[in-house]
């Protein structure tokens, strides 16, 4: 297990519900209704749990059910306001709810530095990656004003770069031509019992397509969206950073192999 991974889990029990009432969703196949960003959800009870958490899929919030926030919920709520909520504490609300999705991309970074730390063909950039998981660390510490201001998109085109080298060294060390699918229109696609090996699928769109019994060990699929891509059957055991969303934004089924750090869906048949 990465070492930082229980840091990088939510923990809704020590969050103020900061997914349900600082972010927006629109009226869609995700969501039932429309929010505005900064308005609590209409199924959040006072004690900042959600009234139909169980029958989320049931009542339309499919996108609530897909939602990870890699523990950002708790680190805003905990450390960066120290445990003051935004009903008891109303002028933290402005800055509080600005702050989560800032917090939310830092620890998807964390998460992604950390699988890279985990890989042992990635030696040669190691170096480099504990220096950014140290710097990321350290701005997740800070005040909520320093955040507001931070250069978000400096640090993610930095960190970027070191998981591109991350999934190059890893990689290569599958033998043979590996496919390059980086940022392609796959949606819809028959790529059933494929062998997707190392193969580059980097930002790829695999909406709803059919990847059942696929082979994707050592594939990289960092912003790959997997809306409804059928993972029934596929072994994803060793995939490059994979995410707990995107299996949750799939479907699969018992005999879909993933890697250890992660779950199966519960509403995965």
Known sequence: MPPHLPLLQADCA???????????????????????????????REDFRCGIH???????????????CFGAGQ????????????????????????VFPVMRRLHELLFYVDQALTLTAAAPVHAELRRVL?????????????????????????INALLL??????????????????????????LSGADLRGANLRGAYLIAANLSGADLRTADLIGADLRDTDLRGADLRGAIFLT????????????TKIPPTLTHPTHWL
């Open 54 to 68: 169980t029958r989320l899929r049931d009542q339309g919030f499919q996108g609530c059910t897909v939602f990870d």
């Open 244 to 255: 707990q969303p995107q299996l949750n934004a799939a479907r699969g089924n018992p005999t």
């Open 165 to 190: 080298k991350t999934s190059e060294l890893v990689r290569a060390e599958v033998p043979g031509r590996k496919k390059n699918h980086r940022g392609a229109d796959l949606m819809g696609a028959r």
């Open 75 to 98: 680190q805003v709520s905990q450390v960066t306001f120290e445990g003051r909520d935004w009903r008891a504490h109303p002028e933290t609300r402005g800055e509080m709810f600005d």
């Open 134 to 158: 140290d710097d990321t660390e350290r701005h997740t510490r800070a005040d909520a004003r320093t955040l507001k201001t931070l250069d978000l998109e400096a640090l993610r085109q930095e």
């Open 14 to 44: 020590n969050c103020f519900a900061l997914c349900c009432v600082a972010l927006p969703f629109a009226k869609s196949t995700d969501f039932a209704v429309n929010k505005p960003a900064g308005t609590p959800c209409k199924n959040l």
